[in-house]
């Protein structure tokens, strides 16, 4: 073979630093810039491979055929990264093609090895560094000289090409080395002869200057995110310079493993009921079955003697309250057995009115409740009441919220102020939001706003209001894509709050102050786990998609539910949020696939309106929901449903929750799967 050739995939697993490993999680894309050279060869010549297209015999559909040179030079990777070299000689010897030229093994080496001159001078071999980038330097072995004659650093025009910025990410490795290892003497003089010749950006220049100050490795580590010269930053300079080099001279690490990635992700994208877990083989197309997905009522929680308006997971996904027009607060308890047993832990009373809002500390330890204008704070390790609020609030407290443990909880009302609390129930701060009144909101992740679904009778201003808040009217939104945005140069004086029915209206929760609003028949807000976007119900008939932290922009409409007249509340789903989910006053509960808006299920169960869904936050496959036929459901998958009827038939615990009279019990729900 071919010992004549060197290969670079095999020398780079024998490289003195051991830190060169990425796991290939990256899209791994390599652009090239047009370099003046020619491409690299990595055939021999008389080996009588002429690189044409690998075409799979029958394969169905269209295919793109791949270059036979770059399957394999992608197999030849793989099996240096799996750890058969030997197979991967094989190859090359009968392929006739390399891994990598000589140049780009040495290139590697050079890097990883910390060689930074001869780096330097391969940049130029490889055709990234030309004559001009260099100025008329000494070819000597001074990294120096052959960057830029004026090592003064009083550099005029320096224009910014590719050569120079690749030789300034070299450079800059080196200086920082140095740092590291207390050397800064030599540090401070190759910052001044040869890194700031190579500059053309002044303030990364004086970032750079700047990091002789570090006294601590970890300081330096931290102000240059970077992690030294035994981390990953040598990996991390070499993928960053394959930028600069022709395409395919440097294949990124672990190329193949990251194609299998994209693919698989790919896959998973277009699976409809996708439930979050990866895709577990490569022989077959990623695919979940329906069956995985959460369509039966294996419970059906009845032990409200009413309307049941709300419902809440525990962060911990172990605990369910439940709250309406019964006056109580029922806690469930679902246990994760193969067959996620759900009891009634307990029952707390104490309001005198129907409970309209529920919240749970962050970590499960607290409940606060709202009913009319009345908020009680609950001690779930006792069920006993910490506090009895019922002077605070004027009118209906429409919505209660938790900031954090430490923080406490935000409470908001019809009487048009918001009001946050300490953790033990004590006031902290009221603030004014008439002549608006908060029917809903939502706590945005960085705890620093408050968007709110509002409402106002009467022709008024809102002082606060400011006018490079407003928006324009939302005409629709294309999926995919932001829909209308914030008006940041708009020339409206002060908004008029008497056009107002129910707009969306953000909150700055430090002062009051209105931050933005969206006009619109809102109804309802739900917040994603990550705080990025927000499920907005709106009349009629519409549920919306919003981008909370991209200048709060629409992006997709959800329909086909019914929302007329009273307030109901969607979520997102999945182990991925990737689904959304939606109460309806037609009895049904209502599933789309998120980023598409493709309607996947219409789930029958409730008798009447169903105010409310709420997803398990640690489970996946399992969500409530509630309705004014008085009950809760739990929905879970089909094949749960199964382990659900087996585990009643075997005798289920006498102390299941009460079942609804049989002549209740929907169509369509076998009635072994009810306990």
């Keep these: 073979m071919a010992g004549s050739t060197s290969t670079a995939g095999s020398g780079s697993q024998d490289q003195s630093k051991s830190n060169g490993d990425v796991d290939g999680s990256g899209n791994g894309e390599v652009k090239g810039k047009g370099k003046q050279r020619a491409e690299p060869e990595f055939g021999r010549s008389g080996s009588g491979v002429d690189g044409v297209g690998v075409a799979i015999e ?55 090895g910390g060689r930074w001159s001869e780096a330097i001078h391969l940049l130029s071999d490889l055709g990234v560094v030309l004559p001009e980038d260099r100025g008329s330097g000494r070819k000597n072995t001074n990294s120096a000289d052959l960057t830029f004659r004026n090592g003064s650093g009083s550099n005029s025009k320096k224009q910014d090409t590719p050569g120079r910025r690749a030789i300034f990410m070299v450079l800059r ?9 207390g050397q800064t003497v030599r540090a401070l003089k190759v910052l001044r002869l040869e890194v700031a010749p ?15 100050m570090c006294m601590k490795k970890a300081d330096l580590y931290a102000k240059a995110k970077w992690d030294g010269a035994t981390g990953s930053s040598r990996q991390e300079l070499l993928d960053d310079l394959q930028e600069f080099l022709p395409t395919g001279v440097i294949m990124p690490p672990k190329r193949l493993a990251t194609l299998f990635d994209q693919a698989r992700k790919y896959q998973e994208g277009n ?29 059906v929680l009845a032990e409200h003697t009413d309307e049941v308006w709300t419902i809440q997971w525990s962060r911990d996904g172990r605990y369910l309250a439940s709250a309406g027009k019964d006056m109580s607060i029922i806690i469930w308890k679902v246990e994760p057995t193969p067959t996620r047993t759900c009891e009634k832990h307990m029952t707390l009373r104490g309001h005198s009115e129907a409970v309209s809002a529920l919240a749970w500390s962050p970590d499960g330890s607290r409940l606060v409740s709202a009913a009319e204008s009345t908020v009680i704070l609950w001690d779930m390790t006792m069920g006993v009441q910490l506090a009895y609020l019922p002077e605070t609030h ?8 938790w900031i954090s443990n430490e923080a406490g909880f935000v409470t908001a009302a019809m009487d048009q102020k918001i009001v946050t609390w300490t953790r033990d129930g004590k006031l902290k701060s009221t603030l004014p939001t008439g002549p608006l009144r908060i029917f809903d909101f939502v706590v945005s992740k960085d705890l620093d706003r408050i968007i709110a679904i509002t409402n106002v009778v009467g022709g008024q201003t809102h002082g606060n209001l400011r006018p490079t808040a407003s928006r324009l009217p939302v005409a629709g939104a294309i999926p995919g894509r932001t829909g209308s945005v914030l008006n940041e140069n708009s020339s409206v004086p002060n908004y008029s709050i008497g056009k107002m029915e129910r707009d969306i209206v953000i909150y700055d929760l430090a002062n009051g102050n209105v931050i933005a609003w969206v006009p619109g028949e809102m109804g309802s807000i739900s917040l994603s786990d990550d705080g990025n976007q927000a499920l907005v119900t709106a009349a009629p008939n519409d549920l919306q998609l919003w981008n909370v932290e991209d200048n709060f922009g629409l992006v997709r409409r959800y329909t086909e ?12 789903g999945g182990r991925d949020r990737s ?25 029958d169960g409730h008798k009447g309106v169903i105010n409310a869904v709420a997803w398990n936050p640690v489970y996946p496959d399992l969500f409530a929901s509630c309705a004014d036929d008085d009950t809760i459901r739990l ?23 009460q079942l609804s009279p049989i002549g209740d019990i929907p169509s369509g729900i076998d009635m072994d799967l009810v306990f």
């Design 635 to 657: 929905w879970q998958p089909a094949s749960v449903a199964l382990s659900v009827a087996t585990a009643r038939w075997a005798g289920a615990s006498s102390d299941a929750p």
């Design 561 to 572: 539910h019914q929302h007329l007249e009273y307030q109901i509340k969607s979520c997102f």
């Design 198 to 212: 190579a500059a053309t950006d002044t303030a990364k220049l004086h970032a750079l200057s700047g990091l002789m």
């Design 271 to 299: 699976c409809v009921y996708h439930s979050g877990y990866p895709a577990e083989t490569l022989l077959s197309d990623h695919r979940c079955k329906r069956e995985v997905f959460p369509t039966v009522a294996t419970h």
């Design 394 to 401: 004027h009118d209906t407290v429409s919505q209660v919220q």
């Design 173 to 181: 490795q080196k200086y920082l080395e140095l740092i590291e290892a």
């Design 58 to 112: 029958g394969s169905k559909g269209a295919h793109t055929p791949a270059k036979r040179e770059e399957v394999v030079r992608l197999m030849l990777q793989a099996l240096r990264d799996i750890g058969y070299s030997q197979s991967a000689e094989v190859l090359e010897a009968e392929s006739g093609y390399v891994q990598e030229p000589a140049l780009a093994g040495s290139f590697r080496q050079a890097i990883l």
């Design 579 to 603: 689904f959304v989910i939606s109460a309806s006053e037609d009895s049904r509960i209502y599933v789309w696939q998120k980023d598409t808006g493709k309607l996947l299920e219409k789930l």
